[in-house]
């Protein structure tokens, strides 16, 4: 059960993900926990994330995968804004046509009404 505890940055990540939480902070925090609960201290880690990121080639994509984070997520929100504007313009059409038809009806019918008085006070 000791053994296990030391997962528990996976555990931060699952949630941290689930929950839609910033993923550099995310993974970030579960490395910081991680590292705590396996008895590392701050320098530690800081030292030991320093030394793979100086000596290991695949610590710079961790580099490049920002910009590809940040580009995913202003695009997420793009298409959130125009899907919400294409709804907007949706709902006006329609709500044009339902009350721009039963407008035109409503002035028909008031035409009508005035013919007929019209037509009573001639007679």
């Not at 993974?27 to 926990?33: D, H, S």
């Not at 940040?70 to 006006?92: P, T």
Request: hydrophobic share 55%; proline share 1%.
């Amino acid at each position: 059960m000791g053994d296990a505890i030391k997962l528990v940055g996976i555990v931060i990540v699952i949630i941290g993900f689930a929950l839609k939480f910033d993923t550099l902070a995310t993974v970030v925090v579960a490395g910081i926990v991680t590292g705590l609960v396996g008895g590392m201290s701050i320098m530690d880690i800081l030292s030991t994330l320093g030394a793979a990121f100086l000596t290991n080639r695949t610590a710079t994509l961790f580099i490049l995968t920002l910009p590809v984070i940040g580009i995913c997520e202003r695009m997420d929100f793009a298409i959130k804004l125009l899907i919400l504007s294409e709804v907007s313009r949706v709902q006006q059409q329609v709500v044009y046509y339902l009350f721009g038809k039963s407008f035109v009806q409503l002035l028909q019918h008031f035409h009508y009404v005035l013919e007929d008085i019209h037509n009573l006070s001639v007679l």
